[in-house]
């Protein structure tokens, strides 16, 4: 399984970004994805996810409201919308997928066996 994150970049407080995670085709059907992102200093924290399905999707508190998570199957990429920019959204944000059949999701990155490169952004007040 194979993923590649781009996008980042700096944007001012108040802006949008998005980011856009390449994955091999084998893994959309049966894989659960989402984002997670690291600050300096600071723990892995969960962002977004995308059931397998793509029925449900999930966001961290944080973002809630400002980012969005889709999926399309005909380009192999998930993205992530970000909207309302904020300087502590300024991170490393990493893609990721985990082998998942159900229509839930897991904000831990230790539930995740793969990981794309990550990609920096960085919101400028």
């Known amino acids: 399984v194979q993923l590649q994150a781009s996008g980042g970049g700096l944007v001012q407080a108040g802006g949008s970004l998005r980011l856009s995670c390449a994955y091999s085709?084998?893994?959309?059907?049966?894989?659960?994805m989402g984002w997670f992102r690291q600050a300096p200093g600071k723990e892995r924290e969960f962002v977004a996810a995308?059931?397998?399905?793509?029925?449900?999707?999930y966001y961290g508190d944080s973002v809630k409201g400002r980012f969005t998570i889709s999926r399309d199957d005909a380009k192999s990429t998930i993205d992530l919308q970000m909207m309302s920019l904020k300087p502590e959204d300024t991170a490393v944000y990493y893609c990721?997928?985990?082998?998942?059949?159900?229509?839930?999701?897991?904000?831990?990155?230790?539930?995740?066996?793969?990981w794309g490169q990550g990609t920096l952004v960085t919101v400028s007040s």
């Open positions: 990721a997928a985990r082998r998942d059949y159900s229509d839930g999701y897991s904000p831990k990155p230790d539930d995740y066996n793969y």
């Open positions: 995308i059931c397998w399905s793509r029925i449900n999707t």
């Open positions: 085709r084998r893994t959309g059907g049966s894989y659960a």
